[in-house]
């Protein structure tokens, strides 16, 4: 970090900020100018607050030579996180784990029949919505407890460990118990309760990004997770709000080799929720495996078109299946597989 005094701040005022930095266990350099006193300041300063040195009226400038994230940054990790899902491998060299699965569970019956399919067309991975955040409180909420077993019991008969999304703190105990992995969805993602209770948890994350935010911030949102002791968290893009209107959101493809140099954990794709459009899907897809995805979560639904929600961006398991065949030879030129 370096800080730029002006050129009359009083000296006692020079040395109070010395001293405040220096009683937090930070190395300062001064660097005495002509016109302006400059800090170098040395050392973990995630926990100072620049907002706060800047509201100083002798502060000419505050800025960051490192970025404020320290647990996530590649810079101090510079080997591929590898987070282990119920035994499958994501990150790294690892294959492509492809997501698949409906957006709401729908019952048990349903739900052993979408296993089932994706896991045929190449799925490692059952996702499905047991509770459902919706824009409208008359939209469908989901199975809650009744759904989360359906899955249960369709990864004890097809083997695929389940992704589902964690609405708030009090159903943690429930998905730590039965989810593999504990998706954090776009509206929780500066949810700081609920990602410093997950930051506690043993089960990993897959943390989506927030309708309109930064990268910056997505990443400081997973820093909050690995700050309390839980560092197997998978970035997860499902597309931003812009002022496109052609497609649900705006897929930011450019995600995921920013964030492949600026962290070491994994990002998976979900075009989806990206596009809104099935027929937008496997392009999507496809074109997120050639940027080096380390996965992707597809709603799939063995009839779209009846699907309790988001129907017209699920795709069916044939149509998976073709997509699994297509990404898996454009992974095979960059060294991966599916």
Known sequence: MIIT?????????????????????????VIQGSDYNVFGVVGDTTRVDEKIIAANPHVDHVSRVAAPFKKANRLFH?????????????????????????????????????????????????????????????????????????????????GLPIVSELMSEN????????????????????NFELLNALGKSSKPVLLKRGLSNTMEEWIMAAEYIMAGGNENVIMCERGIRTFEKYTRNTLDLSVIPIIKTKTHLPI??????????????????????????????????????CAWSDGAQCVTPEELKELIEKGRKIAQVIGRDI
């Open 5 to 29: 005094m002006k050129k009359d701040a009083p000296e006692s005022e020079i040395q109070a900020i010395i001293g405040n930095l220096t009683d937090m266990g930070l190395k300062v350099t």
């Open 268 to 305: 998976v794709i979900d075009p989806s929720h990206a596009t809104g459009d099935s027929k937008l899907v496997e392009s999507m897809s496809l074109a997120a495996i050639a940027a080096g995805a380390d996965g992707l979560i597809i709603e799939t639904h063995n009839n779209p078109k």
């Open 171 to 190: 159903k943690l105990a429930e998905f730590e118990e039965y989810v593999d992995l504990i998706q954090v969805g776009a509206r929780n993602m500066q």
């Open 78 to 158: 510079p080997q591929d996180t590898i987070v282990d899902v119920g035994g499958v491998k994501i990150g790294g060299k690892e294959k492509v784990v492809i997501m698949a699965g409906p957006c709401s569970i729908e019952g048990e019956e349903p739900t052993q029949a979408i296993a089932k399919a994706v896991k045929e067309a190449g799925a490692r991975l059952l996702r499905g919505g047991a509770y459902k955040p919706r824009t409208s409180p008359y939209a469908f909420q989901g199975l809650g407890t009744e759904g989360i077993q359906c899955m249960v019991k369709a990864k004890e008969v097809f």
